[in-house]
């Protein structure tokens, strides 16, 4: 009896003295697999508590940088015969929650089980890129690829998750004996040892994942590694548990430290609760039930201004990864006419859109990497009628469609002065160059319940183009139908839609090579230039990170100058959390929720 | 010695556009065992006279004034002045009725004896389940209803059993009074003879007082021993059966006897009574039958009749009471 | 229990009454007939011959039954029971149909949202996962897979939560909305009864006056705004109930059970006492007294309460129980004065209608107290078409609680059902329709079955 007592209260004494964070989160997660979670059914919120847990090779900074993981150092791209090599040494420090040493053969095991049982699912597609992956002793692997595509291989494939195979080797053995071996292994609910100490605990379905420490702090390979930015731009990883240590060599680190991260946990548990409704998990915010409201949309403007100037609340705001764009079906008449594109991006006023009709809730955009993104981002790409006035872009759009000969029945006059109502006559029987009438165009938009601020975007476009006999319609559409429409049937003149797009603009390629063409690929418009062609493969088969670099600058300028897609715009990702907890740092690319919270810098203030 | 004595009774419904005078100042006694029929068109509040006496009236319905004295052994109550609660316990113990719309009276989702045991057990409370179930049984035998068919619903039984069975709810407390309330109308005429026979028999056996209340006069005569006839919430004529049946003195009487035809007896002519019952949200003044009477008077136009006994038992409102002389020329025309 | 006894059981007992049945009873040919050939469904059921599947082997065993009972002719109510089972066999088959076509009709599929540039980097992945959920079968494929799971009563396989069993989804939300709707039912309907006989009763006074009008506002009034109402003050403001969810996380850290656990342990404690409630109302109806009706209802709620309490109180979950009650208190608040308003309005109604029936006049004129006849004979009668109407609601509950599910942070069966279709999870979007029709189906069998049970002058 005396020993429930003192059991009791020792549980109680944990309990109450336990140091725990609440994180809000809107979904149930799916899964605990790994191999499911990367898979078709994967979900923000499957990664938010959990994605963290597992290392990869190479990893990026807070400033995009990429820097070393789980390996010591980035290796070059090697060729050797007809293939190319890239040799990873691996950290000798690190090791699973279960005490197994992080070696060679969890890096084997994971890219050669994906490969060797056909692993689904969109995440796990780089794993998919070497052709052989070979332990060359406990602590180095060597990549085989056929191409060098170099991007590719440093960001996806070298950034995949690994996996613990001491855990997962007897059941995926197992696995390959069942009749169904990937739904069999696929259906296995367990919670695995990560490379972290904070790893799940219990799991109630719609309510909430605990997270718990796993590895006391004196034992876990981690505590207390910084992370450390310089002034300059140089970057160190410094363990002083294990001595490891990694700087940056261009810039080398020198002088003031600018930030210094250091890695906890500092809470022994983490509770992500599960909301139903974003404004009563915006109420418990307020009541302290939670402390930070992960969301990978963060809250929107309303909510944001709910929540300023309320005692304990921080509420930051960053740019998101993302853009939304008008593209166009380049492959018809006269959406294949450069002018004419560039006619209808001169009629866009991004800035008054963003500011007046959106009131400050988007930030406007000219070409598709925000300007956050700083590494990759061509400050000097401007929009056709950067500053102009709606008088005067109507001029230009109409200077550019004449310029490409066409031709008006009714042809639209514009007077530039009269600031309000510029149209004096409004264009009709717009024809092309060779004379053909222009057909009425279609714009395809989401509706306003699914996305407000691209529906009243496209409004604002369709009166502009119409005032001067540009016969564009819109039509607001359900989001699968534009996206059958669209990918799969490419049957379109015009539509609106948004990316969500990683740091790295490997997307580029995707969008618009001349090789990625609709249905098969993403090229919707039906792009080609071999100009922009030629850059993007310089990117993807760079020798190193600024070539890279200039690729992509170059690139942005041909796209602004071309027009598949008209950028529009991008949106601020808005998060708040209470003051009773501090992150190492809240300014950053996309938001805090872009580091699933944080989960082991987190400390809880009094 | 009278078991019950109404005076000046009054009740009044009350409509947006006034007081509809349904009863207007009703007086009857009724000796212990005897019985009194109310006849009188549809309409005229006869109805309401036992609604009234049973106080089961609608919400709209007002008491303006009046007594009914009810001898309850020996103590004199008026059932007008008692409160609810006091009246719930004269109801069915003292005054019991057999509705009108015998065919709606039971509860459909009831077994007809449950719902005469729950009258038994709510003024007998200590009375024993077998007990009640053996009275129902001898209430049934009385009613020559099969007392094997007493746990069975009302919509298995058919018309005249309802009825049967309605005037065995109605003896199941051993009222003093039992108002039957046109407890035929719903039959065809063989039942509805049957009917009144036995109700007739049981009133002799049990020795109750009993209230017709038809619009057939004929029918009224046959089982009761007095007779008023009521036009327009007022009683016109009352007296024992034969003298009402044979000596009518209310023009209106004399009318309504003879706009039936009858069952028994000889051939006779036929009357209708020209116009339409008064509207008792206003009705004329002088004598209420006035407007419709082929004697009226100027007198009757402007002065009410008194209601008065012109002879020994034999009540009358009419300023020109009919003789034999001008009953006998009416029916030779 | 051995495979032998199982055999035993299925394979020659039913069988054997079945046949004993037929041969005592039947009296036609057409008896052995339609016994010959359930006899031949069942058995080639039981022992999988595949030659005598009907689509599937469970499907048998549903079948079986019914042809065998067309054989004979049946009394009443069992012959309305009978004939119903196959018209909602029949029901269903067309629904299941319908839904499919309507799923088929919605343009993209579930793939469509993984068009993400990644992908494409490798598009045998992209044909992969589409072959692997058979979003690239033509129809007729998709057809014939759809309803030979129908057939064989399995759901599929989820796509967003690929692979677990759409079943095993649902039976992982169905106690959570159960509990909460039955509950909540429960309560708004013996609320709704209860005013709407009084107001009835009442009828123009005061308080029926203010009821019907409250009533209106809440009957009326926009849902996700009075939920949040309701929230910010007895969660926010009075701080006397918590603010969503169905459990207090940290208090639940160390249980060594799940909460879905305590969950259908609650369910059934719910059904039981509901289930000796309904024992307390049938005794009563058998008793004559007032009294001893009370008593009789009153000691079976009470001893079965007793009972729950003390099974509660042993089996080491009473804590975690009551956990979950508490957290129960605001969505049961909130959806009872949501939903009273209906049952009230109902019964009002219905009330005000038989209160003019003449055998209203025969129980006042019997001299029965005031409240006898209100509950007794008006309310009683009244009560058919309320609990027609709450049978049938129920049902639909199971699905229709989407926001309350969410503003409440309640997972239940409508946002499952919601979340599959927006996400175009076919599997268990048609699952959980499926799962409904059946519920919807079979509740109004339920409703029938009450009518005439509740109403002696129903006969099927």
Request: proline share 6%; aromatic share 12%; glycine share 6%.
């Amino acid at each position: 009896m005396k020993k429930a007592v003192f059991l009791f209260l020792l549980t109680f004494a944990i309990a109450v003295f336990a140091v725990q964070v609440n994180y809000g989160i809107f979904e149930d997660i799916t899964t605990t697999n790994v191999w499911n979670l990367l898979g078709s059914g994967s979900t923000s919120y499957n990664f938010a508590v959990q994605l963290w847990k597992y290392p990869s090779l190479f990893g990026m900074n807070k400033e995009g940088q990429i820097i070393p993981a789980a390996a010591t150092d980035i290796p070059p791209i090697v060729k050797e015969g007809n293939m190319y090599t890239v040799t990873v040494k691996l950290r000798r420090d690190m090791r699973w929650s279960n005490g197994a040493p992080f070696t060679a053969d969890d890096v084997v095991f994971t890219y050669n089980t994906i490969q060797g049982m056909q692993i689904p699912g969109g995440n796990w597609s780089g794993v998919y890129e070497p052709a052989k992956i070979e332990k060359i002793d406990t602590w180095t692997v060597k990549f085989y690829f056929k191409e060098k595509k170099t991007m590719t291989i440093y960001y996806d494939s070298l950034m995949a998750a690994i996996v613990c195979s001491n855990y997962w080797k007897p059941i995926v053995d197992k696995a390959k004996k069942q009749p169904d071996p990937v739904k069999w292994l696929l259906a296995q609910e367990v919670i695995d040892p990560g490379i972290t100490s904070l790893n799940i605990g219990k799991i109630e379905k719609s309510a909430f994942v605990q997270i718990v420490k796993a590895v006391p702090n004196d034992k876990y390979w981690q505590y207390g590694e910084k992370q450390i930015y310089y002034k300059n731009g140089g970057f160190t990883i410094t363990n002083p548990k294990t001595g490891f240590k990694w700087s940056t060599t261009d810039p080398k680190p020198a002088g003031a430290v600018d930030l210094e991260v250091v890695n906890g946990p500092f809470v022994d548990t983490i509770v992500y609760k599960i909301f139903g409704n974003k404004q009563v998990a915006i109420q418990a915010l307020l009541t302290g039930d939670i402390d930070y409201i992960f969301n990978p949309v963060g809250i929107t403007a309303g909510e944001a201004e709910q929540l300023k100037g309320q005692k304990n609340i921080k509420v930051v705001s960053n740019p998101q990864l993302g853009f939304r764009f008008l593209a166009f079906n380049m492959r018809k008449f006269p959406m294949n006419i450069k002018e004419f594109r560039q006619a209808l991006a001169a009629l866009i006023d991004r800035d008054f859109i963003c500011n007046q009709v959106l009131q400050g809730r988007a930030i406007p955009l000219a070409t598709p990497i925000p300007p956050a993104n700083s590494f990759w981002y061509n400050s000097s790409v401007k929009t056709v009628g950067e500053g102009l006035s709606l008088g005067e872009r109507y001029a230009l759009a109409i200077s550019l469609l004449k310029k490409a000969g066409f031709k008006w029945d009714t042809e639209p006059v514009i007077d530039t002065k009269d600031a309000k109502n510029p149209v004096k006559t409004v264009g009709k029987g717009l024809k092309g160059p060779d004379g053909k009438l222009v057909p009425t165009l279609t714009l395809m938009s989401p509706g306003m319940d699914y996305d407000p601020m691209r529906a009243q975007t496209a409004m604002y476009i369709e009166q502009w183009a119409k005032n001067i006999g540009m016969p564009i319609n819109l039509k607001l559409t359900d989001f699968n139908e534009i996206s059958t429409k669209v990918f799969d049937e490419v049957d379109f003149d015009m539509f609106i839609l948004g990316w969500g797009i990683p740091r790295v603009p490997t997307y580029f390629k995707d969008f618009w090579h001349s090789s990625q063409m609709a249905p098969e690929g993403f090229n919707v418009p039906g792009y080609a230039n071999p100009e922009f062609d030629a850059l993007i493969d310089e990117f993807e088969y760079a020798d190193n990170f600024d070539q890279a670099r200039k690729a992509i600058i170059e690139a942005q300028q041909i796209l602004a100058d071309d027009l598949p897609y008209i950028i529009l715009f991008t949106n601020p990702m808005v998060e708040a959390y209470r003051t009773t907890i501090q992150f190492p740092f809240d300014n950053v690319l996309d938001g805090i929720q872009g580091y699933y919270g944080l989960p082991e810098n987190v400390k809880r203030v009094q | 010695m009278a078991i019950i004595k109404v005076e000046d009774l009054k009740m009044h419904y009350k409509t947006k556009m006034g007081y509809v005078k349904a009863v207007d100042g009703i007086s009857f006694e009724l000796e212990e065992g005897g019985s009194l029929g109310i006849v009188g068109e549809s309409g005229c509040g006869k109805t309401s006279v036992s609604m009234t006496l049973l106080r089961t009236l609608p919400e709209n319905a007002h008491f303006m004034g009046g007594h009914v004295w009810f001898n309850d052994n020996g103590n004199i109550v008026d059932l007008a002045q008692l409160s609810e609660n006091e009246m719930r316990h004269y109801r069915w113990k003292g005054i019991s009725m057999v509705f009108q719309a015998a065919m709606n009276s039971l509860n459909p989702v009831y077994k007809v004896s449950d719902q005469i045991i729950e009258a038994i057990l709510t003024h007998y409370p200590d009375t024993p389940i077998d007990e009640a179930r053996k009275k129902v049984e001898r209430l049934f035998e009385l009613v020559t209803l099969d007392p094997k068919r007493m746990d069975e619903y009302p919509h298995q039984y058919s018309g005249g059993m309802k009825q049967r069975a309605v005037i065995a709810l109605a003896l199941a407390c051993d009222p003093k009074i039992i108002i039957a309330d046109e407890p035929t109308t719903a039959l065809d005429v063989i039942v509805q003879d049957k009917i009144l026979r036995e109700l007739k028999k049981v009133q002799d056996q049990l020795n109750m007082a009993m209230i017709y209340i038809s619009h057939d006069i004929a029918v009224i005569a046959e089982v009761s021993e007095k007779i008023a006839v009521m036009y327009a919430g007022k009683f016109v004529e009352q007296s024992d059966s034969t003298t009402v049946f044979k000596h009518p003195m209310h023009p209106y009487t004399f009318l309504l006897m003879n706009a039936f035809p009858s069952h028994v007896g000889e051939k006779k002519k036929l009357f209708t009574i020209p116009g339409e019952p008064p509207n008792l949200l206003n009705p004329p003044t002088g004598c209420r039958f006035a407007p419709r009477c082929p004697w009226v008077t100027d007198k009757c136009l402007n002065e009410e009749p008194p209601y008065i006994e012109i002879e020994k038992g034999h009540f009358l409102a009419c300023w020109h009471p009919l003789t034999e002389e001008v009953r006998q020329n009416e029916l030779r025309k | 229990m051995t495979k032998a006894l199982i055999i035993t059981i299925f394979g020659v007992i039913i069988p054997a009454i079945g046949v004993i049945c037929s041969l005592w009873k039947g009296k036609k040919p057409i008896n052995y007939i339609f016994l010959a050939i359930s006899l031949a469904l069942y058995y080639g059921a039981l022992f999988n011959v595949k030659y005598l599947y009907l689509f599937s082997p469970r499907f048998n065993y549903i079948i079986a039954p019914l042809i065998y009972f067309y054989g004979f002719d049946l009394p009443g109510l069992a012959k309305f029971i009978r004939n119903r089972m196959a018209q909602i066999v029949l029901l269903l088959v067309i629904y299941v149909t319908v839904v499919f076509f309507i799923f088929l009709a919605m343009p993209g599929d579930y793939t469509t949202k993984f068009l993400d540039p990644k992908l494409m980097k490798n598009p045998e992945m992209y044909e992969r996962m589409k072959h692997l959920f058979g979003v690239d079968d033509p129809w007729y494929v998709k057809y014939y897979k759809h309803m030979k799971n129908f057939f064989n009563l399995e759901m599929g396989v989820s796509f967003s939560e690929y692979p677990r069993a759409v079943e095993d989804i649902i039976a992982e939300r169905l106690p959570r909305t159960l509990f909460l709707f039955l509950a909540s039912s429960i309560l708004s309907f013996l609320l709704g009864f209860d005013l709407g006989k009084r107001i009835a009763w009442k009828r123009g006074g005061l308080a029926d006056k203010t009821a019907t009008l409250v009533g209106i506002v809440f009957w009326t009034i926009f849902t996700p705004f009075y939920m949040l109402i309701i929230i910010w003050l007895f969660s926010v403001t009075l701080k006397w109930f918590p603010l969503s969810g169905f459990i207090t996380p940290s208090k639940w850290f160390d249980a060594p059970f799940s909460a879905q656990n305590v969950f259908v342990k609650l369910l059934w404690t719910e059904l039981f006492l509901l289930i000796s409630w309904l024992i307390g109302i049938t005794i009563s109806g058998q008793l004559k007294t007032i009294k001893s009706k009370k008593t009789a209802i009153w000691s079976s709620v009470i001893a079965g309460a007793a009972i729950s309490v003390l099974y509660w109180a042993t089996n080491g979950m009473g804590s975690y129980a009551l956990d979950i009650i508490y957290h129960l208190a605001l969505p049961v608040l909130s959806l009872v004065t949501l939903g009273f308003a209906g049952d009230m309005l109902v019964m009002r109604d219905t009330m005000l209608e038989v209160i003019r029936e003449d055998y209203i006049t025969t129980a006042r004129a019997k001299g029965l107290p005031d409240n006898v006849i209100r509950d007794k004979h008006a309310a009683r009668t009244a009560l058919l078409p309320l609990m027609t109407s709450f049978v049938i609601g129920l049902a639909s509950t199971v699905s229709g609680g989407v926001i309350t599910e969410t503003m409440f942070s309640w997972k239940g069966m409508g946002l499952t059902l919601l979340d599959a279709t927006t996400a175009q999870d076919t599997p268990l979007a048609i699952g959980c329709l499926v799962f409904t029709g059946i519920l919807v189906l079979f509740a109004h069998l339920v409703a029938d079955i009450l009518y005439a049970i509740l109403d002696p002058r129903i006969r099927y």
